[in-house]
T-cell receptor, first 114, second 115 residues
């Protein structure tokens, strides 16, 4: 079965650079979520989109922005990168018609900021 | 706000031992409850879920029962294998403004199974 696809899998950036992470949800899923997992920590909700509209925001810095496109893929844009942004970034998707509770996660993008 | 509390790890067991990882939650309303597993260097995989009180989720020999009276969702397995070594996260679904849900995770419990 098709799963959530994230790219790139690994990304190394310098401080103050920008990064773009991409997420392709499971086909027919209409909701996309982004989570950030710091080293040894639990995943923290950043932002979500339903039918290309921003749904809610968690503890996402103003330097980060995201959007969902007409084909339902989503991109997380991160600017003025800081050392503390080094983390594993997960995308997840769900289908609201199916209740929307169950989220399926991608393999994550590991961002390292030097 | 809603929250999840898990027992601290690491939990170290011998192969074929019985596993329990405790998880309790605080929530308004009636969230769905989940266990996710993260193998070294990999993403989060849904292990099992329960959507209402007294539901039992099960998968790959793992089980957890949604206990509303004790606000718990403890993970159990009768006989663990070395391949079960991973970090296990308990999570609950938290309603967002547009009726979709975000997940709130516990801190994770690392399980190490020795041969």
């Amino acid at each position: 079965a098709a799963g959530v696809i994230q790219s790139p899998r690994h990304l190394i950036k310098e401080k103050r650079e920008t990064a773009t992470l991409k997420c392709y949800p499971i086909p027919r899923h209409d909701t996309v979520y982004w989570y950030q997992q710091g080293p040894g920590q639990d995943p923290q909700f950043l932002i979500s989109f339903y039918e290309k509209m921003q749904s809610d925001k968690g503890s996402i810095p103003d330097r980060f922005s995201a959007q969902q496109f007409s084909d339902y893929h989503s991109e997380l844009n991160m600017s003025s990168l800081e050392l503390g942004d080094s983390a594993l970034y997960f995308c997840a998707s769900s289908l609201k018609l199916a209740g929307g509770h169950t989220q399926y996660f991608g393999p994550g993008t590991r961002l390292t900021v030097l | 706000g809603n929250s999840v509390t898990q027992m601290e790890g690491p939990v170290t067991l011998s192969e074929e031992a019985f596993l329990t990882i405790n998880c309790t939650y605080t929530a308004t309303g009636y969230p769905s409850l989940f266990w996710y597993v993260q193998y070294p260097g990999e993403g989060l995989q849904l292990l099992l879920k329960a959507t209402k009180a007294d539901d039992k989720g099960s998968n790959k020999g793992f089980e957890a029962t949604y206990r509303k009276e004790t606000t718990s969702f403890h993970l159990e397995k009768g006989s663990v294998q070395v391949s079960d070594s991973a970090v296990y996260f308990c999570a609950l679904s938290d309603l967002l403004m547009d009726s979709s849900y975000k997940l709130i995770f516990g801190s994770g419990t690392r399980l190490l199974v020795r041969p």
